[in-house]
Protein backbone atom coordinates (compact mmCIF):
# COMPACT_ATOMS: atom_id res chain seq x y z
CA UNK A 1 0.00 0.00 0.00
CA UNK A 2 2.41 2.63 0.51
CA UNK A 3 4.19 1.54 -2.66
CA UNK A 4 1.27 2.64 -4.09
CA UNK A 5 0.99 5.52 -2.37
CA UNK A 6 4.34 6.79 -3.24
CA UNK A 7 3.53 5.97 -7.33
CA UNK A 8 0.41 7.97 -7.07
CA UNK A 9 1.73 10.80 -5.46
CA UNK A 10 1.54 14.24 -7.95
CA UNK A 11 5.08 15.47 -8.63
CA UNK A 12 7.44 18.28 -6.69
CA UNK A 13 7.61 21.11 -8.41
CA UNK A 14 9.94 23.73 -7.35
CA UNK A 15 9.37 27.43 -7.34
CA UNK A 16 11.70 29.79 -9.51
CA UNK A 17 12.52 31.68 -6.12
CA UNK A 18 13.10 28.36 -4.40
CA UNK A 19 15.26 27.82 -6.97
CA UNK A 20 17.39 30.63 -7.02
CA UNK A 21 17.93 29.91 -3.09
CA UNK A 22 18.70 26.88 -3.34
CA UNK A 23 21.58 27.69 -6.48
CA UNK A 24 22.89 30.02 -4.07
CA UNK A 25 24.09 28.09 -1.56
CA UNK A 26 25.53 25.37 -3.82
CA UNK A 27 27.17 28.21 -5.80
CA UNK A 28 29.16 29.31 -2.83
CA UNK A 29 30.33 25.56 -2.34
CA UNK A 30 31.07 24.99 -5.70
CA UNK A 31 32.94 28.55 -5.46
CA UNK A 32 35.38 26.91 -3.32
CA UNK A 33 36.27 24.49 -5.23
CA UNK A 34 36.77 26.56 -8.48
CA UNK A 35 38.36 29.45 -6.66
CA UNK A 36 41.04 26.97 -5.62
CA UNK A 37 41.84 25.61 -9.22
CA UNK A 38 42.39 28.75 -10.32
CA UNK A 39 44.19 30.41 -7.53
CA UNK A 40 46.63 27.28 -7.12
CA UNK A 41 47.12 27.71 -11.04
CA UNK A 42 48.91 30.94 -10.52
CA UNK A 43 50.75 30.36 -7.32
CA UNK A 44 52.04 26.68 -8.42
CA UNK A 45 55.16 28.37 -10.19
CA UNK A 46 56.17 30.24 -6.76
CA UNK A 47 55.19 26.97 -4.23
CA UNK A 48 57.61 24.70 -6.32
CA UNK A 49 60.16 27.41 -6.14
CA UNK A 50 59.56 27.38 -2.42
CA UNK A 51 59.40 24.00 -1.51
CA UNK A 52 60.86 21.99 -4.15
CA UNK A 53 61.69 21.33 -7.76
CA UNK A 54 59.34 21.51 -10.72
CA UNK A 55 59.37 17.79 -10.67
CA UNK A 56 57.21 18.11 -7.98
CA UNK A 57 54.79 20.10 -9.67
CA UNK A 58 51.99 17.18 -11.24
CA UNK A 59 52.00 16.37 -7.82
CA UNK A 60 50.47 19.21 -6.08
CA UNK A 61 47.75 18.19 -8.78
CA UNK A 62 47.53 15.03 -8.87
CA UNK A 63 47.11 14.08 -4.88
CA UNK A 64 44.15 17.01 -5.12
CA UNK A 65 42.70 14.64 -8.40
CA UNK A 66 42.77 11.39 -6.65
CA UNK A 67 41.38 12.07 -3.26
CA UNK A 68 38.50 13.74 -5.37
CA UNK A 69 38.22 11.06 -7.74
CA UNK A 70 38.47 8.25 -5.28
CA UNK A 71 35.62 10.12 -3.10
CA UNK A 72 33.00 10.67 -5.59
CA UNK A 73 31.38 7.72 -6.21
CA UNK A 74 30.72 7.52 -3.04
CA UNK A 75 29.09 10.93 -2.23
CA UNK A 76 25.67 10.39 -3.75
CA UNK A 77 25.33 7.30 -1.88
CA UNK A 78 26.85 8.42 1.54
CA UNK A 79 23.83 12.01 1.12
CA UNK A 80 20.56 9.00 0.31
CA UNK A 81 21.54 8.04 3.76
CA UNK A 82 22.34 11.40 5.77
CA UNK A 83 20.71 14.05 3.09
CA UNK A 84 22.26 15.82 0.86
CA UNK A 85 22.77 19.43 2.77
CA UNK A 86 24.46 17.67 5.62
CA UNK A 87 26.93 15.93 3.23
CA UNK A 88 27.51 19.02 1.19
CA UNK A 89 27.79 20.72 4.51
CA UNK A 90 30.61 18.16 5.75
CA UNK A 91 32.49 18.48 2.27
CA UNK A 92 32.59 21.78 2.90
CA UNK A 93 34.18 21.25 6.51
CA UNK A 94 37.04 18.79 4.91
CA UNK A 95 37.64 20.89 2.37
CA UNK A 96 38.37 24.00 4.61
CA UNK A 97 41.06 21.55 6.99
CA UNK A 98 42.64 20.62 4.09
CA UNK A 99 42.58 24.59 2.94
CA UNK A 100 44.12 25.65 6.28
CA UNK A 101 46.62 22.39 6.55
CA UNK A 102 48.16 23.28 2.87
CA UNK A 103 48.55 26.78 4.06
CA UNK A 104 50.55 25.55 6.76
CA UNK A 105 52.81 23.31 5.13
CA UNK A 106 56.80 23.61 5.26
CA UNK A 107 57.65 21.04 2.66
CA UNK A 108 56.72 19.74 -0.38
CA UNK A 109 55.51 16.18 1.04
CA UNK A 110 53.72 17.87 3.56
CA UNK A 111 51.93 19.99 0.74
CA UNK A 112 50.91 16.67 -1.02
CA UNK A 113 49.45 14.72 1.65
CA UNK A 114 47.28 17.97 2.91
CA UNK A 115 46.13 18.81 -0.90
CA UNK A 116 45.01 15.04 -0.40
CA UNK A 117 42.50 16.45 2.14
CA UNK A 118 41.29 19.22 -0.10
CA UNK A 119 40.78 16.81 -2.58
CA UNK A 120 38.20 14.71 -0.24
CA UNK A 121 36.23 17.26 0.25
CA UNK A 122 36.31 19.24 -3.07
CA UNK A 123 34.69 15.43 -4.91
CA UNK A 124 31.93 16.10 -2.65
CA UNK A 125 31.52 19.48 -3.30
CA UNK A 126 31.05 19.04 -7.34
CA UNK A 127 29.45 16.14 -7.13
CA UNK A 128 26.94 16.73 -4.70
CA UNK A 129 25.73 20.26 -6.31
CA UNK A 130 25.35 18.29 -9.81
CA UNK A 131 23.10 15.68 -8.27
CA UNK A 132 21.04 18.00 -6.62
CA UNK A 133 20.21 20.19 -9.47
CA UNK A 134 19.36 17.25 -11.28
CA UNK A 135 17.03 16.98 -7.93
CA UNK A 136 15.21 20.01 -8.15
CA UNK A 137 15.35 21.04 -11.95
CA UNK A 138 14.00 18.92 -14.73
CA UNK A 139 16.88 18.38 -17.60
CA UNK A 140 14.76 20.36 -19.97
CA UNK A 141 15.16 23.75 -17.95
CA UNK A 142 18.47 22.84 -16.56
CA UNK A 143 19.51 25.18 -18.78
CA UNK A 144 18.10 28.08 -18.07
CA UNK A 145 19.69 27.98 -14.44
CA UNK A 146 23.40 27.37 -15.59
CA UNK A 147 23.98 30.92 -15.63
CA UNK A 148 24.39 31.02 -12.16
CA UNK A 149 26.97 28.28 -11.98
CA UNK A 150 28.72 30.38 -15.08
CA UNK A 151 28.59 33.21 -12.76
CA UNK A 152 30.06 31.24 -10.16
CA UNK A 153 32.53 30.51 -12.37
CA UNK A 154 33.25 33.43 -13.87
CA UNK A 155 33.90 34.85 -10.69
CA UNK A 156 36.28 32.20 -10.02
CA UNK A 157 38.30 33.06 -13.46
CA UNK A 158 38.18 36.87 -12.44
CA UNK A 159 38.81 37.14 -8.86
CA UNK A 160 41.00 33.32 -8.29
CA UNK A 161 44.21 34.71 -10.41
CA UNK A 162 43.60 38.16 -9.16
CA UNK A 163 43.82 36.93 -5.46
CA UNK A 164 46.24 34.48 -6.16
CA UNK A 165 48.69 36.93 -7.63
CA UNK A 166 48.00 39.74 -5.33
CA UNK A 167 48.67 36.87 -2.25
CA UNK A 168 51.91 35.67 -4.15
CA UNK A 169 53.36 39.11 -5.05
CA UNK A 170 52.69 40.80 -1.98
CA UNK A 171 51.92 38.66 0.76
CA UNK A 172 52.54 34.92 0.60
CA UNK A 173 51.52 31.77 -1.41
CA UNK A 174 50.01 30.47 1.94
CA UNK A 175 47.18 32.77 1.70
CA UNK A 176 45.41 31.21 -1.69
CA UNK A 177 44.51 28.13 0.78
CA UNK A 178 43.88 30.68 3.72
CA UNK A 179 41.21 32.91 1.69
CA UNK A 180 39.35 29.54 1.79
CA UNK A 181 38.48 30.21 5.32
CA UNK A 182 36.26 33.19 5.65
CA UNK A 183 34.10 31.86 1.94
CA UNK A 184 33.82 27.90 3.74
CA UNK A 185 31.85 29.74 6.98
CA UNK A 186 29.97 32.08 4.57
CA UNK A 187 28.96 28.56 2.55
CA UNK A 188 28.00 27.12 5.49
CA UNK A 189 26.08 29.57 6.53
CA UNK A 190 23.95 30.23 3.71
CA UNK A 191 23.35 26.74 2.94
CA UNK A 192 21.80 26.29 6.65
CA UNK A 193 19.43 28.80 5.82
CA UNK A 194 18.57 27.42 1.73
CA UNK A 195 19.15 24.35 1.23
CA UNK A 196 16.27 22.84 3.03
CA UNK A 197 15.87 19.87 0.52
CA UNK A 198 13.05 17.41 0.78
CA UNK A 199 14.64 14.20 2.20
CA UNK A 200 12.97 10.46 2.31
CA UNK A 201 15.98 8.34 3.96
CA UNK A 202 17.48 4.91 1.40
CA UNK A 203 19.24 2.57 3.20
CA UNK A 204 22.72 1.57 1.79
CA UNK A 205 25.84 -0.64 2.20
CA UNK A 206 28.80 1.97 1.31
CA UNK A 207 31.29 0.14 -0.60
CA UNK A 208 34.38 1.48 1.36
CA UNK A 209 36.08 -1.79 0.57
CA UNK A 210 35.40 -1.58 -3.19
CA UNK A 211 37.00 2.35 -2.94
CA UNK A 212 40.01 1.53 -0.75
CA UNK A 213 41.06 -0.90 -3.79
CA UNK A 214 40.45 1.46 -6.40
CA UNK A 215 42.59 4.30 -4.54
CA UNK A 216 45.34 1.75 -4.52
CA UNK A 217 45.22 0.36 -8.21
CA UNK A 218 45.19 3.80 -9.62
CA UNK A 219 47.87 5.23 -6.71
CA UNK A 220 50.03 2.26 -8.00
CA UNK A 221 49.32 3.15 -12.04
CA UNK A 222 49.70 6.76 -10.95
CA UNK A 223 53.37 5.85 -9.80
CA UNK A 224 54.40 4.22 -13.01
CA UNK A 225 53.72 6.95 -14.92
CA UNK A 226 55.42 9.84 -12.50
CA UNK A 227 58.28 7.62 -11.73
CA UNK A 228 58.73 5.90 -14.78
CA UNK A 229 61.71 6.99 -16.94
CA UNK A 230 62.48 10.01 -14.54
CA UNK A 231 63.30 8.19 -10.96
CA UNK A 232 63.49 4.68 -11.96
CA UNK A 233 63.68 3.20 -15.44
CA UNK A 234 60.68 1.80 -17.33
CA UNK A 235 62.15 -1.82 -17.27
CA UNK A 236 63.18 -1.18 -13.62
CA UNK A 237 61.87 -3.82 -11.11
CA UNK A 238 59.88 -1.31 -8.59
CA UNK A 239 58.17 0.54 -12.33
CA UNK A 240 56.98 -3.09 -13.17
CA UNK A 241 55.95 -4.52 -10.03
CA UNK A 242 53.66 -1.13 -9.56
CA UNK A 243 52.77 -2.02 -13.44
CA UNK A 244 51.20 -5.48 -12.16
CA UNK A 245 49.76 -4.51 -9.10
CA UNK A 246 48.04 -1.54 -10.64
CA UNK A 247 46.37 -4.13 -13.26
CA UNK A 248 45.85 -6.78 -10.74
CA UNK A 249 43.91 -4.18 -8.19
CA UNK A 250 41.52 -2.92 -10.58
CA UNK A 251 40.80 -6.22 -12.35
CA UNK A 252 40.04 -7.55 -8.60
CA UNK A 253 38.15 -3.91 -8.42
CA UNK A 254 35.85 -4.54 -10.66
CA UNK A 255 35.58 -8.37 -9.71
CA UNK A 256 34.36 -7.30 -6.46
CA UNK A 257 31.83 -5.23 -7.92
CA UNK A 258 30.55 -7.50 -9.50
CA UNK A 259 29.28 -9.13 -6.32
CA UNK A 260 29.13 -6.75 -3.38
CA UNK A 261 25.24 -5.94 -2.90
CA UNK A 262 25.66 -2.37 -3.64
CA UNK A 263 28.42 -1.51 -5.39
CA UNK A 264 30.55 1.51 -5.53
CA UNK A 265 30.50 1.76 -9.53
CA UNK A 266 27.72 -0.07 -10.31
CA UNK A 267 28.24 -2.86 -13.38
CA UNK A 268 24.28 -2.05 -14.45
CA UNK A 269 25.68 1.32 -15.36
CA UNK A 270 27.95 0.19 -18.25
CA UNK A 271 24.37 -1.71 -19.89
CA UNK A 272 23.87 1.94 -21.00
CA UNK A 273 25.01 3.01 -23.99
CA UNK A 274 24.89 7.05 -23.59
CA UNK A 275 26.44 6.27 -19.83
CA UNK A 276 29.52 4.56 -21.49
CA UNK A 277 30.60 7.02 -24.29
CA UNK A 278 29.78 9.96 -21.88
CA UNK A 279 32.23 8.28 -19.18
CA UNK A 280 34.58 7.46 -21.64
CA UNK A 281 34.76 11.12 -23.53
CA UNK A 282 34.74 12.53 -19.65
CA UNK A 283 38.12 10.41 -19.37
CA UNK A 284 39.93 11.25 -22.15
CA UNK A 285 38.38 15.18 -21.79
CA UNK A 286 40.26 15.25 -18.51
CA UNK A 287 43.64 13.93 -19.84
CA UNK A 288 43.92 16.92 -22.23
CA UNK A 289 42.49 19.35 -20.50
CA UNK A 290 44.17 18.74 -16.86
CA UNK A 291 47.08 17.89 -18.01
CA UNK A 292 47.70 20.35 -20.36
CA UNK A 293 46.77 23.21 -18.55
CA UNK A 294 48.57 23.11 -15.26
CA UNK A 295 51.47 24.09 -17.50
CA UNK A 296 50.53 27.66 -19.22
CA UNK A 297 50.82 29.52 -15.84
CA UNK A 298 54.30 28.44 -15.77
CA UNK A 299 54.89 28.97 -19.29
CA UNK A 300 53.53 33.05 -18.75
CA UNK A 301 56.04 33.42 -15.32
CA UNK A 302 58.99 31.04 -16.75
CA UNK A 303 59.15 32.36 -20.48
CA UNK A 304 57.31 36.22 -20.54
CA UNK A 305 58.79 37.08 -17.12
CA UNK A 306 55.23 38.00 -16.34
CA UNK A 307 54.13 38.29 -12.24
CA UNK A 308 51.83 36.05 -11.01
CA UNK A 309 49.14 38.40 -10.86
CA UNK A 310 49.43 39.44 -14.75
CA UNK A 311 49.95 35.22 -15.42
CA UNK A 312 46.34 35.10 -13.56
CA UNK A 313 44.80 37.99 -15.73
CA UNK A 314 46.24 36.73 -18.77
CA UNK A 315 44.37 33.43 -18.37
CA UNK A 316 41.18 35.07 -18.61
CA UNK A 317 40.13 34.65 -22.21
CA UNK A 318 40.00 30.86 -21.36
CA UNK A 319 37.66 31.24 -18.75
CA UNK A 320 35.77 33.84 -20.55
CA UNK A 321 35.46 31.33 -23.29
CA UNK A 322 34.24 28.41 -20.66
CA UNK A 323 31.69 31.05 -19.16
CA UNK A 324 29.96 32.28 -22.49
CA UNK A 325 29.75 28.72 -23.73
CA UNK A 326 28.22 27.04 -20.69
CA UNK A 327 25.80 29.78 -20.58
CA UNK A 328 24.71 29.76 -24.43
CA UNK A 329 24.81 26.28 -24.59
CA UNK A 330 22.79 25.76 -21.70
CA UNK A 331 20.10 28.48 -22.60
CA UNK A 332 19.56 27.04 -25.89
CA UNK A 333 19.76 23.36 -25.06
CA UNK A 334 16.40 25.02 -23.43
CA UNK A 335 15.54 25.93 -26.12
CA UNK A 336 15.45 22.96 -28.56
CA UNK A 337 15.77 20.24 -26.34
CA UNK A 338 19.00 18.84 -28.18
CA UNK A 339 22.38 18.42 -26.87
CA UNK A 340 24.15 16.42 -28.71
CA UNK A 341 25.92 19.63 -31.23
CA UNK A 342 27.24 21.02 -28.50
CA UNK A 343 30.37 18.52 -27.39
CA UNK A 344 30.62 17.44 -30.58
CA UNK A 345 31.34 21.21 -32.11
CA UNK A 346 33.01 21.50 -28.46
CA UNK A 347 35.39 18.84 -28.90
CA UNK A 348 36.77 20.12 -32.32
CA UNK A 349 37.29 23.43 -30.84
CA UNK A 350 38.88 22.01 -27.86
CA UNK A 351 41.25 19.40 -30.43
CA UNK A 352 41.81 22.89 -32.36
CA UNK A 353 43.07 24.85 -29.67
CA UNK A 354 45.20 22.23 -28.40
CA UNK A 355 46.72 22.23 -31.68
CA UNK A 356 47.21 26.08 -31.83
CA UNK A 357 48.98 26.20 -28.28
CA UNK A 358 51.82 23.95 -29.69
CA UNK A 359 52.73 27.01 -31.58
CA UNK A 360 54.02 28.39 -28.66
CA UNK A 361 57.20 29.92 -28.77
CA UNK A 362 59.50 32.81 -26.85
CA UNK A 363 57.92 35.43 -28.46
CA UNK A 364 54.59 34.69 -28.51
CA UNK A 365 52.05 37.86 -27.94
CA UNK A 366 49.75 38.03 -25.32
CA UNK A 367 47.21 38.70 -28.06
CA UNK A 368 48.16 35.58 -29.80
CA UNK A 369 47.59 33.68 -26.41
CA UNK A 370 44.55 35.02 -25.48
CA UNK A 371 43.03 33.61 -28.94
CA UNK A 372 44.78 30.38 -28.47
CA UNK A 373 43.10 29.73 -25.14
CA UNK A 374 40.18 31.22 -25.70
CA UNK A 375 39.31 28.95 -28.50
CA UNK A 376 40.57 25.74 -25.89
CA UNK A 377 37.82 27.22 -23.25
CA UNK A 378 35.05 28.15 -25.60
CA UNK A 379 35.44 23.85 -26.62
CA UNK A 380 35.37 22.96 -23.13
CA UNK A 381 32.52 25.33 -22.42
CA UNK A 382 30.44 23.07 -24.78
CA UNK A 383 31.23 19.72 -23.32
CA UNK A 384 31.24 19.21 -19.75
CA UNK A 385 27.59 20.14 -18.37
CA UNK A 386 25.90 19.12 -21.31
CA UNK A 387 27.53 15.38 -21.20
CA UNK A 388 26.30 15.03 -17.46
CA UNK A 389 23.39 16.32 -18.89
CA UNK A 390 22.60 13.53 -21.68
CA UNK A 391 23.69 10.68 -18.70
CA UNK A 392 21.39 12.27 -16.13
CA UNK A 393 18.79 12.19 -18.86
CA UNK A 394 19.21 8.81 -19.54
CA UNK A 395 19.28 7.26 -16.05
CA UNK A 396 16.70 5.13 -14.19
CA UNK A 397 15.82 7.69 -11.14
CA UNK A 398 17.41 5.16 -8.70
CA UNK A 399 21.10 5.20 -10.44
CA UNK A 400 20.65 9.68 -10.91
CA UNK A 401 22.81 9.95 -7.99
CA UNK A 402 25.69 7.27 -8.78
CA UNK A 403 25.85 7.89 -12.56
CA UNK A 404 26.61 11.92 -12.07
CA UNK A 405 29.11 11.04 -9.70
CA UNK A 406 30.47 8.25 -11.94
CA UNK A 407 30.90 10.31 -14.99
CA UNK A 408 32.64 13.26 -12.38
CA UNK A 409 34.52 10.26 -11.60
CA UNK A 410 35.99 9.44 -14.94
CA UNK A 411 36.77 12.66 -15.72
CA UNK A 412 38.71 13.61 -12.45
CA UNK A 413 40.38 9.66 -12.78
CA UNK A 414 41.12 11.23 -16.61
CA UNK A 415 42.60 14.94 -15.26
CA UNK A 416 44.88 12.43 -12.41
CA UNK A 417 46.35 10.40 -15.10
CA UNK A 418 47.09 13.33 -17.26
CA UNK A 419 48.83 15.49 -14.96
CA UNK A 420 50.74 12.23 -14.37
CA UNK A 421 51.61 11.42 -18.08
CA UNK A 422 51.74 14.83 -18.89
CA UNK A 423 54.27 15.38 -16.44
CA UNK A 424 56.15 12.93 -17.18
CA UNK A 425 56.63 13.96 -20.91
CA UNK A 426 57.53 17.37 -19.80
CA UNK A 427 59.96 16.28 -17.23
CA UNK A 428 61.68 14.16 -19.78
CA UNK A 429 61.67 16.45 -22.83
CA UNK A 430 62.91 19.22 -20.56
CA UNK A 431 65.55 17.00 -19.38
CA UNK A 432 66.40 16.15 -22.90
CA UNK A 433 67.01 19.75 -24.34
CA UNK A 434 68.63 20.96 -21.37
CA UNK A 435 70.93 18.75 -21.82
CA UNK A 436 71.57 20.02 -25.53
CA UNK A 437 70.70 23.75 -25.15
CA UNK A 438 72.49 24.45 -21.46
CA UNK A 439 76.09 24.58 -21.23
CA UNK A 440 77.72 21.05 -19.81
CA UNK A 441 79.05 23.31 -16.79
CA UNK A 442 75.86 24.05 -15.29
CA UNK A 443 73.39 21.44 -16.55
CA UNK A 444 73.56 19.44 -13.30
CA UNK A 445 72.54 22.61 -11.07
CA UNK A 446 69.07 23.27 -13.64
CA UNK A 447 68.53 19.81 -14.35
CA UNK A 448 64.12 19.75 -13.95
CA UNK A 449 64.60 18.12 -10.62
CA UNK A 450 67.19 21.00 -9.40
CA UNK A 451 64.83 23.63 -10.94
CA UNK A 452 64.16 24.61 -7.52
CA UNK A 453 64.30 28.59 -8.16
CA UNK A 454 61.36 30.95 -8.67
CA UNK A 455 60.84 31.94 -11.83
CA UNK A 456 62.01 35.56 -10.95
CA UNK A 457 65.65 33.75 -10.30
CA UNK A 458 65.65 32.07 -13.04
CA UNK A 459 65.66 34.99 -14.61
CA UNK A 460 68.42 36.30 -12.54
CA UNK A 461 70.71 33.23 -14.33
CA UNK A 462 73.94 34.49 -16.59
CA UNK A 463 72.11 35.01 -20.38
CA UNK A 464 73.48 32.02 -22.00
CA UNK A 465 71.96 29.70 -19.36
CA UNK A 466 68.73 31.42 -19.58
CA UNK A 467 68.01 31.10 -23.19
CA UNK A 468 68.52 27.54 -23.01
CA UNK A 469 66.47 27.00 -20.14
CA UNK A 470 63.64 29.10 -22.15
CA UNK A 471 64.17 27.17 -25.20
CA UNK A 472 64.64 23.99 -23.80
CA UNK A 473 60.98 24.88 -21.63
CA UNK A 474 59.05 25.58 -25.17
CA UNK A 475 60.96 22.90 -26.57
CA UNK A 476 59.41 20.17 -23.68
CA UNK A 477 55.72 22.36 -23.38
CA UNK A 478 55.43 22.12 -27.84
CA UNK A 479 55.86 18.16 -27.62
CA UNK A 480 53.60 18.10 -24.28
CA UNK A 481 50.58 19.89 -26.68
CA UNK A 482 51.27 18.00 -29.75
CA UNK A 483 50.89 15.06 -27.43
CA UNK A 484 47.58 16.29 -26.14
CA UNK A 485 46.44 16.81 -29.70
CA UNK A 486 45.68 13.52 -30.98
CA UNK A 487 44.17 12.83 -27.13
CA UNK A 488 42.05 15.47 -27.45
CA UNK A 489 40.87 14.58 -31.09
CA UNK A 490 39.45 11.37 -29.71
CA UNK A 491 37.00 13.13 -27.81
CA UNK A 492 35.71 14.53 -30.75
CA UNK A 493 34.81 10.58 -32.28
CA UNK A 494 33.35 9.53 -28.79
CA UNK A 495 30.96 12.78 -28.98
CA UNK A 496 29.67 12.10 -32.50
CA UNK A 497 29.03 8.57 -30.76
CA UNK A 498 26.79 10.00 -28.48
CA UNK A 499 22.72 9.20 -28.75
CA UNK A 500 20.69 11.67 -28.04
CA UNK A 501 17.31 11.43 -25.83
CA UNK A 502 14.79 13.64 -25.48
CA UNK A 503 15.14 15.62 -22.73
CA UNK A 504 12.33 14.68 -19.54
CA UNK A 505 10.47 17.76 -18.22
CA UNK A 506 10.31 16.69 -14.56
CA UNK A 507 12.97 17.02 -12.00
CA UNK A 508 14.26 14.12 -10.21
CA UNK A 509 12.71 15.05 -6.84
CA UNK A 510 8.65 15.20 -8.06
CA UNK A 511 9.87 11.31 -9.88
CA UNK A 512 9.76 7.73 -7.46
CA UNK A 513 12.65 5.60 -7.43
CA UNK A 514 12.10 2.72 -9.63
CA UNK A 515 13.29 0.27 -7.81
CA UNK A 516 10.13 1.50 -5.34
CA UNK A 517 7.31 1.00 -8.41
CA UNK A 518 6.77 -2.20 -10.09
CA UNK A 519 7.89 -2.00 -13.14
CA UNK A 520 10.28 1.33 -12.93
CA UNK A 521 12.92 -0.01 -14.28
CA UNK A 522 11.09 -0.23 -17.78
CA UNK A 523 9.28 2.54 -17.26
CA UNK A 524 12.51 5.05 -16.48
CA UNK A 525 14.49 2.94 -19.88
CA UNK A 526 11.61 4.46 -22.06
CA UNK A 527 11.58 7.84 -19.94
CA UNK A 528 13.07 9.34 -23.37
CA UNK A 529 12.96 7.76 -27.15
CA UNK A 530 16.27 8.44 -29.01
CA UNK A 531 16.09 11.28 -31.47
CA UNK A 532 19.16 10.89 -33.44
Known amino acids: MATTAAAARPPVQMTHRQIVLVFSGLGLGMLLAALDQTIVATALPTIVGDLGGLDHLSWVVTAYLLTSTASTPLYGKISDLYGRKQVFQAAIIIFLIGSVLSGLAQNMGELIAFRAIQGLGAGGLLTLALVIVADVVSPRERGRYQGYFGAVFALASVGGPLAGGFFVDNLSWRWVFYINVPLGILALVVTSAVLNLPFRRQEHDIDYLGAGVLVAGVSALLLVTVWGGS???????????????????????????????????PPRLFHNGIFNVASTLMFVLGVSMFGAMIFLPVYLQLVHGASATASGLLLIPMMVGV????????????????????????????????????????????????????VLGFGMGLIMQNVILAVQNSMDIR??????????????????FGVAIFGAIFNSQLNHWLGKLVPAAAGKAISTGNLTASPEAVHRLPPPILD??????????HTLFLVGTPVAAVSFFLALMLKEVRLRDTPAMGQDVAAAVPGGEAQAAAVGATID
Not at 399 to 416: E, I, K, N, P, Y
Not at 468 to 477: E, K, P, S
Request: glycine letters at 12%; a positive charge; charged letters at 10%.
Open 231 to 265: QFAWTSPIIIALGIAGVVLLAVFFWWEQRVAEPIL
Open 468 to 477: GVLQGFVHAL
Open 399 to 416: DLGVATASVTFFRAMGGA
Open 323 to 374: LVASIGSGRLVSRLGRYKIFPVIGTALMTFGMYLLSHLTLTTSYTTFGIYIA
